[in-house]
């Protein structure tokens, strides 16, 4: 495994939230937001807060380069992007183990869609930017 995603996970095992980056698709700037997600094994999976409405989240659907950035760690991915209900459901219940059902209820309005990164799949995927 590659020593800088080494170390991202680790750091990502510690954290609640992390910052992703995406290109605007209408700008083509890159912006940076706060998310929370929940790591298991190599995947991180992503939330957006109101569904495919999130702003973030139409971004990926143009361009599916994502920065995962959290203290002093940062990596470029190809994201997956998830409609399938099922998959959905069962993201949404891993951030209800880990944040609450309660914050959960709170801050999410919609869960039509999740975001599934693969920390060490597609090494080609800092390309696609």
Do not use: C
């Amino acid at each position: 495994m590659p020593k800088e995603k080494d170390k991202l996970k680790t750091l990502l095992q510690r954290d609640r939230e992390v910052h992703v980056s995406v290109i605007g698709r209408k700008s083509g700037k890159v912006t940076t937001r706060p998310v929370w997600f929940v790591l298991e094994q190599d995947k991180l999976f992503l939330l957006p807060v109101q569904g495919s409405e999130t702003q973030w989240y139409e971004n990926l659907m143009r361009n599916p380069w994502i920065q995962i950035s959290t203290r002093s760690a940062a990596e470029d991915f190809q994201a997956t992007l998830v409609t399938d209900p099922k998959a959905v459901s069962s993201v949404a219940e891993k951030f209800r183990k880990k944040y609450g059902a309660a914050d959960v209820k709170k801050y999410y309005s919609k869960f039509d869609v999740a975001v599934v990164v693969n920390l060490f799949g597609d090494e080609s995927a800092a390309k696609q930017k």
